[in-house]
């Protein structure tokens, strides 16, 4: 993979340099925050090569990639200066966002850049676990310390690393917002708690509490900061902001947290983490069925950020039950991608997918993947983990499974919870009753999963007559070709996908096919099948075949930013049709008139097995004379 071209490819298609405010990465995404979303290309950049999906959630545009999202940031950001210090895209259009989201936004943008550092220093923590439990190292010694320093620092300092990526994030100066949670773990100001009740700032009372692993008091105090920021950059002249402005800040701002902002937060981290405790005691069970059933679908609207700062606040204090029960989903998640790839035996492109993202989810914890390119493709597994994770999540909630340290859910991780023998039965428990509902079961409906058993067989002598140029084969008596025609849904002239302005059809990413410039606007059903995807805007259909090949038929390009005029579907998702069948009508003329091309790629993104494609050599095709055929 070119991370610098894909890299080049996603900025041109979220609207440009111009219209990001930020960007920031996490272990599978990047997170855009956009001026104007609108201006995204949403639907090629899911097209593209190397993109698994992509997300809006919590005021930001997240292009979901996988393991290379590293690779693909970096790239984007040699010789780009982003940052992190923007406002939300909302506020920079004027679009209305509700409080909630402002508040997910926040969260999940400061700390998507902590998330690798606390996931390596977590996982630090649990090979250690494993390497004292097993004799190899003596908690005492110097390397242990050593490697332990580097395992907790993250944790202890978060104040600093929250402090300047909230700073980052709400558009204040960041490293002043870091030096105000930095103040709060200076020895000097640790010192003090050695006095006990007896410290007070001209007068004033202050109560001293321990800061380290904290979360609630600097959210807090920087929210303030910003406000701050923001007032003494209007009253103080330019010339003296560069000294003036920040150290009236500090002035302020850490008396304030001492005094006032530290201790509340500290106390309502404190409620909180009580009542979620209290919740989970009254029925643990109940709990573990919600967080382990629906933790999926929580991760896909990014509501799970609401839990990350009690998460921290509860591994502060002896351990997090929260996060012990969601990793029950997890393992689901790899059941279900497990059952496919046992199941899926005749599909190779299938198969290797879900094989390598249970990998994928096994050893690093990272099931995006999974999610979006298989979990939400194939709806028939979704009732699946949610059983699956709530039996798990049930089982953790119950036993009082807590995780002690910051972790992606993998099995390296397995240490870092406890009582681990619980939570070691718990996942496998999610594990094995998502691979086997998925194997019994299916993962597409049983009309789907009949047909692509079945492949049209014709004998290589009685092979019908088609402007197709097949290979040849030698006659013998056990030669079988197996074919497969797809028909013209257009009438007009045919083009090589090369040609399209496109490069998610034009680079073959999407998958090989035919396209057609066309002269009636009405597409046709090219094949007997089923209708198993209509956009909303009408401008794109996918069928499925009684073989199980999967068929697009985009109509024209970018023409989704047409929201649907000039396009009239006749069909609708899970619609029978016979070859010929009417699907779309649509107005040629005006589609050019607003500016769009109609050429439209017929492409086959998926079949049920390795497959040659054949296409025909008309130069102009009539709907329903035969356009591409496919040999086994």
Known sequence: MDHKKMGDDIVRLVGGEANINGLVHCATRLRFDLKDSKKAERETLEKHEGIITVVESGGQFQVVIGSNVAH??????????????????????????SLLSKVFEIISGSFSPLIPAMAGSGMLKALLTVLTMLGWMSDTSDTYLILSAAGN??????????????????????????????????????????????????????VMMNYSASVFPIFISISIYAVLDKLLKKIILKDLQLFLVPMIALMI???????????????????????????????????????????????????????????????????????????????????????????????????????????????????????????LRYKRVIPIVVIAGAIGGAINGHFGVKMTAYVFHNIFAIPVY??????????????????????????????????SEKNES?????????????????????????????????????VALSTINDPAFSTGAMGKGLAIVPEIGEVVAPVDGVVTSLFPTGHAIGLTTNAGTEILIHIGINT???????????????????????????????????????????????TQQEVDVFETTQEQVQKNDVLLTLVV
């Open 458 to 494: 014709v004998s290589s002598t009685s092979a019908e007559s088609t402007p197709v140029e097949l290979p040849v084969v030698p006659e013998t008596k056990t030669t079988e070709i197996k074919k497969e025609q797809i028909y013209s849904p257009l009438t007009g002239k045919v």
């Open 153 to 206: 620092a993250v944790f202890y300092f978060l104040p600093i690393f929250l402090g300047i990526t909230l700073g980052m994030k709400l558009k204040a100066n960041p490293y002043v917002a870091g030096v105000i949670g930095a103040a709060l773990m200076e020895p000097s100001f640790t010192g003090l708690m050695d006095k006990g009740s007896d410290v007070s700032f001209l007068g004033i009372p202050v």
């Open 253 to 375: 701002m850490v008396p304030l947290s001492a005094m006032a902002f530290g201790p509340f937060g500290t106390t309502v981290g404190d409620w909180i983490s009580s009542g979620v405790t209290w919740l989970i005691g009254v029925s643990g069970i109940l709990s573990g069925v919600v967080l382990g059933g629906f933790m999926t679908f929580m991760v896909v609207f990014g509501l799970h950020w609401g839990f990350t700062p009690i998460t921290i606040q509860n591994i502060g204090v002896g351990g997090d039950p929260i996060e012990a029960m969601a990793a029950a989903a997890v393992f689901a998640q790899i059941g279900v991608a497990f059952g496919i790839f046992l199941k899926a035996k005749k599909n190779k492109t299938l198969r290797t997918l879900a094989g390598s993202t249970s990998l994928t989810g096994l050893l690093a914890g990272v099931t995006e993947p999974i999610v979006y390119g298989l979990i």
């Open 72 to 97: 693909v940031y970096a790239e984007i950001m040699k010789n780009r200066d982003f940052g992190g210090d923007s406002s939300s895209s909302a506020e920079s259009t004027g679009e209305k966002t």
């Open 418 to 451: 406890t009582p681990t023998v619980v939570y070691v039965i718990a996942i496998a428990c999610s594990f094995a009753v998502a691979a086997v509902l998925t194997v019994m079961f299916g993962y597409e409906s049983k009309t789907k999963d009949t047909a």
């Open 560 to 606: 989704v930013a047409l929201k649907g005029k000039h396009f009239n579907p006749v069909v609708q998702e899970g619609d029978i049709v016979r070859q010929g069948d009417l699907l779309i009508r649509f107005d040629i003329d005006k589609i050019k008139e607003a500016g769009y091309e109609t050429v439209t790629p017929v492409i086959v993104t998926l």
